[in-house]
């Protein structure tokens, strides 16, 4: 699905291509996302809904600050509130 063929202006590179065979592996992998994305949005009112846009800000935002990060800075200021008393 991809083609490696050596880099003419560094031998220690390689360069990469999607073939025909992969190309159509991504259309269909891209279709059964949107598929999948239209059936998981339709109960909020559509992928470009609000409140299917706030989900999906909530959602970034556990993804950029994940829980552990969350628990560590929690564990962090329980332990500084032990540490005046």
Same mark, same amino acid.
């Given at each position: 699905?991809?083609?490696?063929?050596?880099?003419? %202006?560094?031998? @220690? &590179?390689? @360069?990469?291509?999607?073939?025909?065979?992969g190309? =159509?592996?991504?259309?269909? &992998?891209? %279709?059964?996302? /949107?598929?999948?994305?239209?059936?998981?949005?339709?109960?909020? %009112?559509?992928?470009?809904?609000?409140?299917t #846009? /706030?989900?999906? @800000?909530? #959602?970034?935002a556990?993804?950029?600050?994940?829980?552990? &990060?969350l628990?560590?800075?929690?564990?962090?200021? &329980?332990? %500084? =509130?032990?540490?005046?008393?």
């Amino acid at each position: 699905m991809i083609d490696r063929i050596p880099d003419p %202006g560094d031998s @220690r &590179a390689f @360069r990469l291509s999607l073939t025909v065979r992969g190309a =159509e592996v991504i259309d269909q &992998a891209i %279709g059964i996302v /949107a598929d999948l994305l239209e059936q998981v949005t339709t109960p909020l %009112g559509g992928a470009t809904s609000k409140r299917t #846009l /706030a989900m999906m @800000r909530d #959602l970034q935002a556990l993804i950029d600050h994940p829980l552990c &990060a969350l628990q560590s800075d929690t564990n962090l200021t &329980a332990q %500084g =509130e032990h540490n005046h008393a």
